[in-house]
């Protein structure tokens, strides 16, 4: 019988928190990722955008989970014009990342 699981970090933690914790670092780290790729920045770009050294953003591109906590996680999709937008509406729970313009621009039309 082999096992199966839902998420991933669930193969390394009997502890439900601590998978979530990780796969939500892991889904950060990729969102980053995946932005930083889509602008073309090499590392010494991102670092700075980001206010890192180049070796931090290695380990965040290169999936160096134990490196980063959310809350770092968090402030380096905002220093690169984005943010975590999670949202309970109609028994639903969303999360989205937008760009902190969209955000701002939002604010201003309010």
């Known amino acids: 019988m082999a096992l199966e699981y839902t ?9 439900e928190a601590e998978a979530s914790e990780l796969q939500t670092r892991s889904d950060l780290m990729i969102a980053i990722r995946d932005i930083v790729n889509s602008k073309g920045w ?4 991102t670092a700075a955008a980001m206010g890192i050294t180049q070796t931090r953003v290695s380990d965040l591109v290169n999936g160096r989970i134990e490196k980063f906590s959310i809350d770092k996680l968090m ?6 014009g984005f943010r975590f937008k999670p949202q309970f509406k109609d028994g639903q729970l969303t ?5 902190v313009a969209q955000k701002q621009n939002h604010a201003v039309m309010a």
């Open 75 to 80: 402030t380096c999709l905002y220093k690169i």
């Open 7 to 15: 998420n991933t970090f669930d193969a390394i933690t009997d502890d």
């Open 42 to 45: 090499d590392q010494k770009q």
């Open 95 to 99: 999360m989205s990342v937008q760009s």
